[in-house]
């Protein structure tokens, strides 16, 4: 096994470690009756560098952020109405414009 294999490899398992406190932290504000994001925003906050520092590299959380964002795009996507969108595209070009 290579260095690059191990750096993969711990690069995976820090992954796993994130998206599974997120969603233990998530399930635990649900079950308190609180919004699942304040779970996830506090698992960021505990595994991040301020707190435990489980995830340190910026490469690792540029990754994170942007599989982060890939999913947010993804679910928006699956709860678009093409109808509803046709209605207000105007609206939207000029709000951005």
């Known amino acids: 096994m290579s260095a690059s294999d191990a750096a993969h490899g711990n690069d995976l398992t820090g992954i796993a470690i994130v998206v599974l406190s997120a969603l233990l932290c998530g399930m635990l504000m649900s079950r308190l009756r609180q919004p699942a994001i304040v779970?996830?925003?506090?698992?960021?906050?505990i595994l991040g560098p301020s707190v435990l520092g489980v995830v340190?590299?910026?490469g690792a959380l540029e990754l994170l952020a942007e599989m982060g964002v890939l999913?947010?795009?993804?679910?928006v996507g699956l709860e678009l109405s093409l109808r509803s969108f046709r209605?207000?595209?105007r609206l939207a070009v000029f709000t951005v414009a």
């Open 56 to 58: 340190k590299d910026h």
């Open 71 to 75: 999913l947010l795009l993804f679910v």
């Open 87 to 89: 209605r207000m595209w």
């Open 39 to 45: 779970g996830y925003i506090l698992a960021g906050v």
